[in-house]
């Protein structure tokens, strides 16, 4: 609760700039869902901007903002060489949020680390309670079928991978992604953060999120987190990088 406090109600913010970012967190939310979520999210999102026209904030675009949409402008040009028109014009449009996002976002919200703690925290929960669903969803197609829960077949590869996330439609890459991104965060705030009962929380969320990572079995999230751990490991105990998020890790 002191998380969400101290992210929605900084002095600078307006009642409207709540509603951003509730927004923004509903989005956020949404990612591990249909998308259909969350592209009520996004133009809910730019309805508001546009109804906040007049407060926008244009001067803190930059060459990174360029830089952050790259892969959708990789899109683009490479949409001149595709031999299939059609599905080129398809994936660019479901990547027109990698342009839009940090355009919108940037001026018309300001966006401080107490908010970036929150979003991550609210992906985290979103994460946690799509894993219990798969999780209780594939107890429960075994006990139909089975008439108990058996184990050797809940661990024979019938549930893993795209076979764990059919039941919600996302890609299982793309699930253990948001997943990898959520037990970085949530392993940052259990060690930096005093209060014993939301650090047993945390490590209830970790301890789900890593059985669902077991199971959505993708050999590049999976090795992308062990990389980052052991990298960030290394680099603290030599002393060469000095980023407060790998804290936790030095």
């Known amino acids: 609760l002191q998380l969400y406090k101290s992210a929605f109600y900084p002095e600078a913010y307006s009642g409207l700039q709540r509603i951003k970012l509730l927004v923004l967190h509903a989005l956020v939310f949404s990612f591990p869902f249909d998308i259909f979520y969350s592209n009520i999210a996004v133009i809910t999102f730019i309805l508001l901007v546009l109804l906040d026209y007049k407060n926008l904030n244009f001067k803190v675009l930059h060459l990174k903002t360029l830089l ?106 793309y699930l253990s992604m948001y997943c990898v991104i959520s037990i970085c965060s949530l392993t940052y705030e259990l060690i930096t953060v005093s209060c014993w009962k939301s650090n047993v929380i945390r490590l209830k969320m970790l301890l789900l999120l890593g059985l669902g990572i077991f199971f959505l079995a993708s050999r590049n999230s999976t090795i992308s987190l062990l990389c980052i751990l052991l990298f ?17 890790f030095m």
């Open 68 to 173: 952050i949409q790259g892969v959708f402008w990789l899109s683009i040009f490479g949409y001149a060489y595709s031999s299939n028109y059609d599905a080129a014009g398809y994936l660019i449009e479901r990547q027109l949020l990698i342009f839009i996002l940090p355009l919108v976002i940037p001026i018309s919200i300001s966006i401080k680390p107490q908010q970036v703690t929150s979003l991550l925290f609210t992906l985290s929960g979103s994460c946690v309670i799509a894993v219990v669903y798969l999780f209780s969803n594939m107890l429960l197609n075994v006990y139909e079928n089975y008439g108990t829960i058996n184990f050797d077949i809940l661990f024979s590869g019938a549930f893993f991978n795209h076979y764990f996330t059919t039941p919600i439609g996302i890609h299982a890459s």
């Open 232 to 248: 960030v490991t290394r680099a603290g105990s030599i002393g060469r990088i000095n980023w407060p998020l790998l804290a936790p």
